[in-house]
Each structure stands twice: as C-alpha cells, then as structure tokens.
C-alpha cells in the first residue's frame, strides 16, 4: 500500500523559505510519478511540480517557476519542495501525490495522480 505523509509546513513572512517533505512507503523509485500540489480555500487544485522516471527534468507551474524546486533522495525514499521567495498567494494546503508508474510531467500535474497524502498547511503573510 502506498503512503505518503507530507511535514514541514508552517507560517512564514513574505519572502521568506519552507522546505516540504514528503516520506513515501510502499513506493519505488524505478517506475514512478510523484508530485507536489496545493489548493488553497476556494480556489482550484494546483499541480505545482510534478516529475516521473518518463522525463529527465520536473515540471513547474508558471506561478512557482524559478522559486520552488522540486529533488528527490531515493536512499529515503523521501521527495522535498523547496520554496524560496514565498509570497502570500503561496498560502496554501501541500500535498504529495504519486503513481506507480511515469507519464508526461505536465499531464500529472494537470490531472493528479492516484495516491495522495493528507496534506501541510503554508500560510505566507505579507
């Protein structure tokens, strides 16, 4: 059974850095799709970055290009997002989400993937 616990959320002043991480069990990186995504209240689920054993780079959402960077320590099967320069439309819940085999980044991150974590709250103020 694949699990996926998402920690490392909390408040932040704009501009400032979170690093998200999210512990997979029951999961393997050889055949793999497994990404970041985040809705905040009243607004759609975002795919904010997204990468599969497919593709040779991640995907990243316009809005966090350049800001947020998506890596992967297979040794602890442990997947991070990285923010830097948060700002207050950041706010948001982050969950993890995976599948057990790839795909095209930008498809998974529009169309989410089957397992999903509970989730972490960030709240960016400005």
């Known amino acids: 059974e694949v699990q996926l616990v998402e920690s490392g959320g909390g408040s932040v002043q704009a501009g400032g850095s979170l690093r998200l991480s999210c512990a997979a069990s029951?999961?393997?990186?050889?055949?793999?799709?497994i990404g970041w995504f985040r809705q905040a209240p009243g607004k759609d689920r975002e795919g904010v970055s997204c990468?599969?054993?497919?593709?040779?780079?991640?995907y990243y959402a316009d809005s966090v290009q350049g800001r947020f960077t998506l890596s992967i320590v297979s040794a602890n099967n442990t997947v991070y997002l990285q923010m830097n320069s948060l700002k207050p439309e950041d706010t948001a819940v982050y969950y993890c989400?995976?599948?057990?085999?790839?795909?095209?980044?930008?498809?998974?991150?529009?169309?989410?993937?089957?397992?999903r974590g509970k989730g972490t709250l960030v709240t960016v103020s400005s």
């Open positions: 029951g999961f393997s990186f050889d055949n793999f799709a």
């Open positions: 989400a995976a599948d057990l085999y790839g795909g095209g980044n930008w498809y998974n991150c529009r169309y989410g993937m089957t397992y």
């Open positions: 990468i599969s054993s497919s593709e040779d780079y991640p």
